[in-house]
């Protein structure tokens, strides 16, 4: 595990953006990225497009997404939709290179059909998919792509895809399981905000009760983006 601090947000998001091109510079072939949803990756993806757009070559760059609500792409809640209006629409990439978890369709219908687009374009390392990178947040609960902290069993689902429920609101979510994040290369969280703390300390120190703690890629390459705020040890 390797943590990166930064004096603000805005210095830890071009910070990843650089760490992000170097990845992709020393991967041949295709680049597949899965992408989280939130304000904090929407602050990357805006250092992507505006500052580094032309250091990327696009056409090798193909992006999956993490998780995503059941709503229509076009909804304000859609992961797809933030990106597409803070990456996507900025950057020269071919949409056929987007591959996108369709919100607006039946949940338990979606998961499987994602699960088969990402077994038929993903590569597989051991029995399941690998990710080149996969992007992550983390909520002040301790969950993480869409698994909350009482559906932990999809840390240890034997699916690619799995269908879920936020706590509070009841809005049904499609994610990857805990398997298929921790079978990525490289794995990142992005956190900002004093607000992500107290709950990144309990994860740190692999509490058990929260989803965060269970992320631990296989091939180690676990990286913790942060800015001053969000570091438990200031």
Same mark, same amino acid.
């Given at each position: 595990?390797?943590?990166?601090?930064?004096?603000?947000?805005?210095?830890?998001?071009?910070?990843?953006?650089? $760490?992000?091109?170097?990845?992709?510079?020393?991967?041949?072939?295709?680049?597949?990225?899965?992408?989280?949803?939130?304000?904090?990756?929407?602050?990357?993806? &805006?250092?992507?497009?505006?500052?580094?757009?032309?250091?990327?070559?696009?056409?090798?760059?193909?992006?999956?997404?993490?998780?995503?609500?059941?709503?229509?792409?076009?909804?304000?809640?859609?992961?797809? &939709?933030?990106?597409?209006?803070?990456?996507?629409?900025?950057?020269?990439?071919?949409?056929?290179?987007?591959?996108?978890?369709?919100?607006?369709?039946?949940?338990?219908?979606?998961?499987? &059909?994602?699960?088969?687009?990402?077994?038929?374009?993903?590569? $597989?390392?051991?029995?399941?998919?690998?990710?080149?990178?996969?992007?992550?947040?983390?909520?002040?609960?301790?969950?993480?792509?869409?698994?909350?902290?009482?559906?932990?069993?999809?840390?240890?689902?034997?699916?690619?895809?799995?269908?879920?429920?936020?706590?509070?609101?009841?809005?049904?979510?499609?994610?990857?399981?805990?398997?298929?994040?921790?079978?990525?290369?490289?794995?990142?969280?992005?956190?900002?905000?004093?607000?992500? &703390?107290?709950?990144?300390?309990?994860?740190?120190?692999?509490?058990?009760?929260?989803?965060?703690?269970?992320?631990?890629?296989?091939?180690?390459?676990?990286? $913790?983006?942060?800015?001053?705020?969000?570091?438990?040890?200031?």
């Amino acid at each position: 595990m390797i943590k990166k601090v930064f004096d603000s947000a805005d210095s830890a998001a071009d910070a990843l953006a650089r $760490f992000i091109i170097n990845e992709i510079s020393f991967t041949s072939g295709y680049f597949n990225m899965a992408l989280s949803g939130g304000s904090t990756p929407a602050r990357l993806f &805006r250092v992507l497009a505006e500052n580094y757009e032309t250091e990327i070559d696009w056409k090798r760059v193909r992006l999956f997404w993490v998780d995503e609500r059941c709503v229509p792409p076009d909804h304000k809640e859609s992961n797809f &939709r933030m990106t597409k209006e803070t990456l996507l629409e900025k950057v020269n990439i071919q949409k056929a290179n987007i591959f996108r978890i369709k919100g607006e369709d039946d949940p338990a219908g979606e998961a499987k &059909r994602y699960e088969e687009l990402i077994r038929s374009q993903v590569p $597989f390392l051991g029995n399941l998919p690998s990710f080149d990178l996969v992007l992550l947040g983390m909520g002040e609960d301790g969950h993480t792509a869409s698994i909350f902290p009482d559906q932990i069993r999809l840390m240890r689902s034997e699916k690619i895809c799995h269908g879920a429920l936020h706590p509070q609101s009841g809005q049904k979510r499609i994610t990857l399981t805990g398997p298929v994040i921790n079978n990525g290369k490289t794995v990142v969280f992005f956190l900002t905000g004093i607000g992500k &703390r107290e709950m990144l300390k309990n994860v740190l120190q692999r509490d058990n009760r929260f989803p965060a703690s269970y992320i631990n890629p296989a091939g180690g390459n676990l990286y $913790f983006f942060l800015d001053t705020e969000a570091n438990p040890e200031d």
